[in-house]
């Protein structure tokens, strides 16, 4: 099941969004109001879909599901440039992840990647999982355990690159614009990111909001820093635009 979401305007790009939740909530409902100020602030069709969640529907099952709605997409005749590809928190795991699929077949390669608020290790080693816990309004530790424990049980290691993105190989990514909040327990996971992946030769945009913590971008009727997020998604996602 998915929503598309238009745009007033008719710009080149659209966005395939994957919602957040911990791989075991979040849904069409849970992100719409996101997803309608994304295609105001952008001006560009968004596409958001509800795909298999665990604990009914573990690893691969969400994996697999993305994968079709993108080949879908190329089926409609829409063109991987005029793809990009985003995702928040799980979402950004199962974004990334996807992507790193699509390396097998380059041309296939969207034209960008967003990652919100990224969740992408499954080991949950990064530090600031600890010296942020008290400061994240949003997220815990144990709801990550418990989303862990549901998506991948005792069938796949939680370092599998598969499902722990940050793992892998990330040459030959492209463009990657990476949002997150200085009080969020996943802000190591992100920086991780952009260290591993601007060693791989990827662009990585950069964008690091003081105060803010997991998902904000969400909040964005409420808090500058949040409007300020969507203002810097429009922004990267027009430069794609002229590419």
């Known amino acids: ?100 699929r699509l390396k097998e077949q380059p041309e296939l390669m969207p034209s960008g990647l967003i990652l919100l ?41 939680a370092d599998d690159p598969r499902v722990s993105p940050i793992f892998d190989n990330l040459e030959g990514l492209p463009p990657t614009l990476v949002q997150v909040g200085s009080k969020e327990i996943l802000l190591d996971d992100a920086k991780r990111f952009r260290e591993k992946a601007e060693e791989a030769g990827v662009k990585v945009h950069f964008k690091l909001y003081t105060g803010m913590w997991h998902n904000f971008q969400m909040f964005n009727a409420w808090f500058e820093e949040a409007k300020q997020a969507m203002a810097d998604i429009a922004e990267f996602a027009h430069e794609l635009d002229k590419t």
Request: charged content about 15%.
């Open 117 to 157: 608020s990224p969740f992408l290790d499954l080991t949950l080693t990064s530090e600031s999982l600890r010296f942020n816990q008290k400061h994240d309004a949003l997220l815990s530790l144990e709801a990550l355990q418990i989303g862990i424990q549901h998506y991948i049980g005792n069938h796949i290691a």
């Open 1 to 100: 099941k998915g929503e598309e979401i238009k745009a007033q305007d008719s710009a080149t790009q659209l966005i395939f969004h994957i919602h957040g939740g911990a791989f075991f909530l979040g849904s069409l409902k849970t992100h719409h109001a996101f997803m309608t100020d994304l295609a105001a602030r952008t001006q560009m069709q968004i596409i958001h879909v509800d795909y298999p969640l665990a604990p009914e529907h573990p690893y691969p099952e969400a994996t697999e599901a993305l994968y079709d709605v993108y080949q879908s997409l190329l089926v409609q005749g829409i063109q991987p440039k005029d793809i990009i590809l985003s995702g928040d928190s799980c979402g950004a795991n199962l974004a990334l992840a996807l992507c790193l």
